[in-house]
């Protein structure tokens, strides 16, 4: 493990309400007191119904917030339900997750996930953009060829691409306990950076970030790889105390 800085981020999914914000407070006290403030980024991505309320309440230089999910118009129109890169950052948020596996399997394509990021990215929201392979193509050793499809299909050369950190969680690992052998991630992680300075035609080396399945107990395991950049964490992340246990034993 590595000195370098680490991002963990909660995906809230459907979940909390007003009196949620107690978790968020316990995890900055936490954040305050500890010793390892500037090798941690801290992120937690909430329901909007929420975004403004602890928007309000949050007094942290630990913790940023974001939301999960965004329409790709950029301004106001005629969709009914639907709230846009815009209205969220003016509520408060700083990160979107976009293209989540949630998402995709509700239809979402890589063209629609293409506009959603440039609308975010319009509004200087910053985008977590997640990619990830089912079981069925990973048993067809088809890991890597989705993968650059999906980085290829869902980003433009005139992006801003300091803005947009990479979440590689595979589909058959987000809610199943499994997670992928670590030499097989390691190379992952490796082809997405790979794949990355390749289509941008650039040195840098973007933000790779690993979810699914994440807790407490396996976290370990991920700091022996020196590429991960950070961890997007889902049902564990809505526990004050599985979320500091998380980050505590990592840096174990």
């Known amino acids: 493990m590595t000195n370098k800085l680490r991002y963990f981020i909660g995906n809230w999914k459907m979940f909390g309400d007003f009196g949620s914000f107690k978790i968020i407070h316990k995890i900055n006290q936490f954040s305050r007191k500890s010793k390892n403030q500037s090798k941690k980024k801290i992120i937690l991505c909430v329901p909007n119904t929420l975004i403004h309320f602890f928007k309000k309440k949050l007094k942290s230089k630990f913790i940023s917030l974001g939301v999960q999910n965004c329409h790709y118009h950029q301004g106001y129109g005629p969709f009914t339900g639907s709230v846009n890169a815009s209205m969220l950052k003016k509520a408060g ?3 979107v997750i976009l293209g989540h596996s949630e998402n995709r399997s509700e239809g979402e394509t890589n063209q629609l996930i293409k506009k959603k990021i440039e609308s975010a990215l319009n509004e200087e929201l910053s985008v977590i953009f997640c990619i990830g392979e089912t ?15 999906q980085i290829k299909s869902s980003l433009e050369k005139k992006f801003n691409v300091n803005k947009i950190i990479f979440a590689y969680e595979p589909v058959w ?20 950076k790979n794949e990355f300075k390749k289509t941008f035609k650039t040195k840098k ?7 699914g399945s994440v807790n407490d107990k396996n976290i370990s395991l991920f700091s022996s790889i020196s590429e991960i950049d950070g961890f997007l964490i889902g049902g564990a992340s809505q526990s004050s105390k599985k979320f500091i246990d998380i980050i505590k034993n990592y840096y174990k």
């Open 93 to 95: 948020a700083e990160f």
């Open 135 to 149: 079981l069925k193509e990973k048993k067809r050793a088809k890991t890597f060829s989705i993968l650059k499809n």
């Open 173 to 192: 690992s987000i809610g199943t306990n499994k997670i992928p052998k670590m030499n097989e991630l390691k190379s992952t992680i490796k082809f997405i």
């Open 205 to 211: 080396s973007p933000k790779v970030l690993y979810g």
